[in-house]
């Protein structure tokens, strides 16, 4: 089987950094992923992590130690429209993506 | 505009009724998905499909229906739902069925309310 556990919120004030964090348990690891969904929207995909280390893509990096089956989302320099909630994924096994639960971010000015 | 769209948007039904999800994807993938939405919990996985040929089946209960005519078009075809059913269905495509890396391109889902 296969578990994922994130903060069900975090509150960051608009231009700080936030950083998510995902803790997994899956058979067969191959890569951490991380969605952005909106409200009323759909997701949409911000990063993959396939090897230790860190993956930055403008403001928003992302890092993995599969040694600790740990990841983090990094958010900088934070906007307003960050607002959102935020997914890990995993794939399982011949199983695609497995979800989190979210991690709701609220940007406060 | 992620190239998957899903319609309706939002869809009523009854316990009694039959209703059918369409999605369709202008991306050229060969992989579709379904997933079901509900408050306060993860995406749930519900079928896979890859070159129109079912994958996987969550153990979905029976009153949920796939139909994979092609590789652009995905139903969900309902009857008899439960009001418990009621979620965000949210489509999903990519390019192959991968494992990790695939990245998915989602449409922006129905909200079905069962009463």
């Known amino acids: 089987g296969q578990s994922l556990e994130q903060p069900s919120e975090v509150t960051a004030v608009e231009g700080a950094i936030v950083q998510i964090n995902c803790t997994y348990q899956?058979?067969?690891?191959?890569?951490l992923s991380w969605y952005q969904q909106h409200d009323g929207g759909a997701p949409t995909f911000l990063s993959y992590n396939a090897l230790d280390g860190l993956e930055e893509t403008g403001r928003f990096s992302s890092f993995l130690s599969r040694s600790d089956s740990y990841g983090y989302l990094l958010l900088q320099e934070l906007q307003m429209k960050d607002s959102a909630s935020y997914f890990c994924?995993?794939?399982?096994?011949?199983?695609?993506?497995?979800f989190g639960k979210g991690t709701r971010l609220s940007v406060i000015a | 505009e992620t190239g998957v769209t899903q319609t309706p948007r939002h869809l009523v039904m009854g316990m009694t009724n039959k209703k059918s999800l369409k999605c369709e994807q202008h991306l050229g993938h060969n992989a579709m998905y379904w997933y079901k939405q509900s408050a306060k919990k993860p995406l749930e996985l519900m079928f896979v499909?890859?070159?129109?040929?079912?994958?996987e089946n969550n153990s979905v209960p029976s009153r949920f229906s796939p139909e994979c005519p092609n590789s652009s078009h995905l139903f969900l075809h309902l009857h008899t739902l439960q009001p418990e059913d009621s979620a965000l269905y949210l489509c999903a495509s990519s390019q192959d069925l991968g494992r990790g890396g695939e990245k998915l391109f989602f449409g922006s889902g129905t909200q079905l309310s069962v009463l």
């Open positions: 899956t058979s067969g690891f191959y890569g």
């Open positions: 499909y890859n070159f129109k040929e079912q994958t």
């Open positions: 994924a995993v794939p399982s096994g011949n199983t695609p993506l497995v």
